[in-house]
C-alpha cells in the first residue's frame, strides 16, 4: 500500500506553477506598499509618506479633481473607501474619500488633494504619516 501523495507528468507541472504564483503573491505583498488591502477599522494602518497633489483633469474614478475637497489618490483602496490620514510628525489627522489612483513616485503611498493635505501640515514637501481605512 502506498501512503502520500505522488505527482507525475502534467500534475507534477500544474503544482509547480501554483506554488510558485502563490510565493511570488506572497513576497509582492509582503514588502512595504505591498498590494495587501488594508482591513476596515484596522488599528494597524499602512505607514509610509504623502504629499500634496493638483490634478487638473478628471480623476481615475471619472470625477473631475477638486484641490479643495478632502480626497486622495491611493493604489490599491476601492474608490469611495475612506481613509483617515495622521501625519506621524505633528499627530493632525484628516479624513478623505479615494477617487483617483497614485501616487506614482517610489515611497509615496497616498497623495493628498491641496485642502486635505493644508489640514494635516503638508506644505510643498512630503510628511510621514500613517493610512487607516475608516469604511469601505
Known sequence: MK??????????????VVLGLTVIWYIWNS???????LPPNSAQGEIGFASSYNAPRKTASGEQFNPDDLTAAHKKLAFGTRARVTNLESGKTVSVRINDRGPYVEGRIIDLSKKAAEMIGIGDGVVRVEVTVEAR
Do not use: H
Open 31 to 37: 514588502k512595504p506598499g505591498g498590494l495587501s488591502p
Open 3 to 16: 501512503t502520500g501523495l505522488t505527482y507525475t507528468g502534467a500534475g507534477a507541472g500544474i503544482l509547480a
